[in-house]
């Protein structure tokens, strides 16, 4: 079920149903009188094939608030108002919506958007809070451009975010609990650049989707998030995380090191380029019949999650990640379990890359390698199923 409330990010919930649709998912929209407002009901009806209500007397023999409750696998709200997540908190019933929300047994997850004042206000601060302490979801939301000239922290977070983190609750209902509450996070993410003349550089294929998910995931779950992010694919900023952009591997280097500084975990899921070009072209390296090959000479790039590991401060936790492949000296297996004791991190995610695997694709597998020997199997799924995985491992190490 997605409901929707009666803010102007409305208009987005219709982004969020064709995501969902288009999944494969069966969409009942429940709006509010005021979503209405922003949105007509003819376009939820066309978006999802199904009729659209707002009010408790419309089909009454069917008795709709119990009956979308308890037949839906999960429960949006797109966007969360301040006023619904009010009514919500306190039990309120004036509406198909919310009294849908005091029948519903499944995961309920609420999407915020508002002016910052009012995110920050003490009152929605407890409502917030209160839902949370019975089981609900409330999102952090993005920051950014909101109503007017006004910006700040409660935009609504992007509709592919929120589509993949309505995918990972119903593939997996407990992925987003806020166990990562008071923990400061450093995820990198994405490819490194490494320019060889004004025109052309050495790359990567990486797209930077799980680094983002680990990010967005580790954001919901409580914890405060800086994603240091190479070059990806277009990707929406991860709702309440602090973005900071980077190209080569040195720049990478630079702002990883000075934000773990004041980090818990850091996880380095990020493609670093292991070379880079010892002389960088002031100008186009041309091709002409007249003139033999180019030789390139590479210069080896710092090993950045063997530097983490080295200076880490007391008890800080560092996760790394390794693409391998298999070849005559070993398995991927073996390649990871060899590179973890190498690195000397306390967590390795390793995957095994080609045949459509792990690079440039929206689901990832593999084996997570602890420190003291256990291993696991990642099994395939979303890249955010993955990254709720890495969240668990790395609770589990802090606890214990």
């Not at 996880?267 to 002389?279: Q, S």
């Amino acid at each position: 079920m997605l409901g929707v409330g009666g803010g102007i990010a409305a208009y987005k919930a219709c982004e969020v149903l064709r995501g969902l649709t288009e999944s494969g998912h069966d969409v009942r929209v429940v709006p509010t009188e005021a979503a209405l407002k922003f949105v007509g009901a003819a376009t939820f009806e066309a978006l999802s094939g199904h009729p659209v209500h707002t009010g408790v007397f419309t089909e009454v023999d069917q008795v709709q608030h119990v009956r979308i409750g308890k037949e839906a696998d999960l429960v949006l709200v797109v966007p969360a108002t301040a006023d619904l997540m009010a009514r919500a908190a306190h039990g309120r019933a004036d509406d198909l919506l919310t009294g849908t929300l005091l029948t519903a047994r499944c995961p309920v997850a609420f999407f915020p958007a508002m002016h910052t004042e009012m995110w920050e206000h003490p009152a929605t601060r407890d409502n917030v809070a209160l839902l949370r302490s019975r089981g609900a979801v409330v999102t952090e939301p993005a920051a950014g451009r909101l109503t007017g000239a006004d910006t700040g922290k409660g935009r609504l977070a992007d509709p592919a975010e929120i589509v993949d983190l309505a995918r990972l609750l119903l593939a997996q209902p407990s992925a987003l609990p806020r166990d990562l509450e008071g923990l400061r996070v450093v995820v990198s993410a994405g490819g490194t650049r490494e320019p060889l003349d004004p025109v052309r550089y050495l790359g990567n294929r990486s797209s930077g989707k799980q680094g983002y998910a680990l990010a967005r995931v580790a954001a919901q779950r409580g914890a405060e998030v800086t994603l240091v992010a190479g070059h990806t694919v277009e990707l929406p900023e991860p709702a309440g995380a602090v973005l900071r952009r980077v190209s080569t591997a040195e720049q990478m280097r630079e702002v990883v090191h000075e934000a773990a500084k004041e980090a818990d975990v850091v996880v380095m899921a990020a493609a670093v380029a292991d070379f880079r070009p010892a002389n960088l072209s002031g100008h186009k390296i041309k091709k002409t019949d007249d003139q033999p090959d180019p030789v390139i000479t590479l210069s080896r790039n710092p090993d950045i999650l063997a530097e983490l590991v080295t200076n880490r401060l007391p008890g800080q936790v560092i996760v790394g990640f390794a693409a391998e492949t298999g070849d005559e000296r070993g398995s991927v297996l073996d390649h990871g379990r060899a590179k973890l004791r190498r690195k000397g991190c306390d967590l390795l995610v390793l995957n095994a890359v080609g045949d459509g695997r792990a690079f440039e694709v929206e689901e990832n597998a593999g084996w997570l390698l602890a420190a003291d020997g256990t291993e696991r199997p990642i099994p395939l799924g979303s890249k955010a199923q993955l990254a709720a995985a890495v969240w668990d491992a790395v609770g589990e190490f802090i606890r214990h």
